[in-house]
């Protein structure tokens, strides 16, 4: 496997893929890998030569957040990648994003959901993904559906700057449990996780209502949010949105998505379901 820490070095060995008629099957990351990105890597195989990057993007953490503590391991990381096969690890200096003037922002849907908790985040994340994809020029991209907003947002971004690359979604992973797959997970410690379980657990049962017959946005969302609150989580959000995240749904429906945001022991998850 190539690391590449150098943006021009990147640049040439894309352009020198794209040459030879290679597809280019990108995954950027912040690191500390688990099971969730194997997951986008193994979809990236089918679909072309796998670059994965691995930076912790700064412009994307706010002030508070835990930008110093985010977990690293990138010496694991690397052999993870090197087991999966994988050709190219694109590893950025902090000068990527560094002196930036011109960041990207989109403020209709950067004001709902996430973007209400954290300002800035969408901000530095559609900057540091538009700066990759002008980097690695891939054919598809692959993201995960944990973070619903981020994919969307992604999604639009593409369409609004005409970029040929194909979003590709892919579905959430999740620890026997139902916990979703998330770096931030290794801030729990083993009772603590158990507990972090019935976060998703608590959005299931939401769906099993809907299923059940129950339709109103506000049946459905107070009995969940009593459950994770009696469980010691600290909602920031938990709505019910149509899946293009335009509207908050009175009325469900089936293909609405139910997202969440909560902190538990100071580690913030986020998760969503789909109804159906
Ligand atoms: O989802 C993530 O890990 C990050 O937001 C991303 C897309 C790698 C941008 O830093």
Redesign the pocket.
């Known amino acids: 496997m190539k690391i590449i820490t150098n943006i021009a070095e990147m640049k040439k060995i894309s352009k020198d893929l794209k040459k030879s008629s290679r597809r280019i099957s990108f995954i950027?990351?912040?690191g500390k890998l688990h099971n969730g990105h194997v997951k986008l890597i193994e979809k990236g195989k089918e679909y072309g030569d796998v670059i994965v990057s691995i930076?912790v993007?700064p412009a994307?953490f706010g002030p508070d957040e835990d930008f110093n503590n985010y977990p690293r391991d990138f010496e694991n990381d690397s052999k993870i990648l090197k087991d999966l096969n994988i050709g190219y690890l694109f590893h950025p200096a902090a000068d990527i994003v560094k002196n930036t003037e011109t960041f990207l922002i989109d403020p209709e849907y950067s004001n709902r959901l996430e973007g209400v908790f954290r300002p800035a985040h969408f901000q530095g994340?559609l900057t540091?993904?538009m700066k990759l994809f002008c980097i690695i020029n891939p054919d598809f991209a692959f993201?995960?559906l944990k973070?619903y907003q981020?994919y969307i947002l992604i999604k639009k971004m593409v369409e609004d700057y005409f970029l040929d690359i194909e979003v590709m979604p892919v579905p959430t992973v999740r620890e026997k449990c139902g916990l979703a797959m998330s770096s931030r997970n290794a801030y729990f410690n083993e009772d603590d996780k158990k507990i972090a379980c019935n976060f998703y657990k608590s959005l299931k049962k939401t769906a099993d209502l809907f299923k059940a017959g129950e339709t109103s946005g506000e049946k459905l969302t107070v009995s969940t949010i009593k459950e994770l609150i009696k469980s010691g989580f600290k909602i920031d959000y938990l709505k019910i949105m149509d899946k293009g995240l335009n509207i908050e749904k009175q009325s469900v429906e089936a293909g609405d998505i139910l997202l969440a945001a909560a902190r538990f022991k100071g580690v913030r998850l986020i998760d969503n379901i789909f109804f159906e």
Do not use: E, S, W, Y
Request: hydrophobic residues 45%.
């Open positions: 950027p990351t912040m930076f993007n994307q994340v540091i993904v993201f995960g973070d981020q």
